[in-house]
């Protein structure tokens, strides 16, 4: 069910995703660098986000010159339990299609540092990360202005997944969940913190995710099974971003959602 306060953007296809996704960061950045002097960012791992990062850091189109690079801080939504230089790194995958590439200043980027092979410590030493950073007191939530999200065909956003405790969770910022169909521990942040954010944008392309975003998007809520459900702003925008063969399967009334 798409929640009232949410907006839904139907696009071409990927290439058209990210550089509208592209616009979105811009205006979001320029706004709160211009209101508070600074932007935080939240980004999205996978394979979605890459051409995303690309076309941001790409010096031969428009956008580049328009991000406010050193009033930019860079955060993660999750990470996997590997260094920063695996092949599967999240931090990885933004540092070479972005960071490695802009003139972001080095202290701006908090990446999860997961290289630690106890993923419940690396997921508490985040957390302090985001206290510190966000000057939290006891109880208080970061607010980041923006997060990028993606969507798996299962359903699950950041590493949210079915079936997982970290779905549910409402007192910790950051969490390591193991996660059965990966073989794997994963840290996520959880969803009280993702739903307090300014903004969460979703990245939703390729027919494969057909079905997942009619169920999240028209279907009865069941985050449990759906996790991508969970996020659903009280004080912030949410915004679906999908290309058409992700969105060829929503009812016609949905599209006019823009
Ligand atoms: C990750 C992501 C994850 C991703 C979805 C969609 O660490 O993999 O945070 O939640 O966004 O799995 O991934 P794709 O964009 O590759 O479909």
């Known amino acids: 069910m798409l929640a009232a306060n949410a907006q839904l953007q ?18 979001l950045a320029r706004e709160a660098v211009q209101e508070r002097g600074l932007f935080t960012v939240a980004l999205a791992g ?6 995303l990062y690309t076309v941001l850091a790409d ?26 230089d695996h092949p599967e790194s999240n931090y990885r995958m ?37 206290c510190n950073f966000f000057r939290l007191g006891e109880g208080q939530l970061p607010r980041f202005d923006l997060v990028f999200l993606g969507m798996g065909p299962d359903g699950h ?17 950051v969490v390591a969940p193991w996660v059965e169909k990966l073989g794997s521990y994963r840290i ?26 009619r169920q999240v998007l028209q279907g009865d809520s069941h985050p449990e099974l759906f996790p991508a459900q969970i996020i659903n702003l009280s004080n912030g925008r949410l915004v679906w971003l999908a290309d058409q063969a992700a969105a060829r399967l929503l009812q016609n009334e949905f599209k006019g959602r823009n």
Not at 46 to 51: E, F, R, V
């Open 10 to 27: 139907i696009v071409a296809n990927a290439e058209e995703l990210s550089m509208v996704a592209a616009e979105r960061f811009i205006n």
């Open 46 to 51: 996978g394979s979605t986000p890459k051409s």
């Open 59 to 84: 010096e031969r189109n428009s956008f580049r010159p328009y991000v406010p690079w050193d009033n930019t801080h860079f955060f993660w939504g999750d990470e996997r339990p590997v260094p920063p």
């Open 94 to 130: 933004a540092s070479e299609t972005m960071l490695s590439r802009v003139p972001v200043l080095p202290g701006n980027v908090h990446r999860i540092k997961s290289e630690n092979v106890d993923a419940s410590n690396t997921a508490e030493k985040y957390e302090q990360t985001l």
């Open 157 to 173: 956003t950041a590493s949210l997944f079915p079936g997982s405790s970290a779905v549910n969770e409402t007192s910790r910022l």
């Open 188 to 213: 996520t942040v959880t969803p009280p913190v993702l739903n307090n954010a300014g903004c969460v944008i979703f990245l939703v392309s390729g027919k494969e995710k057909a079905e997942t975003l």
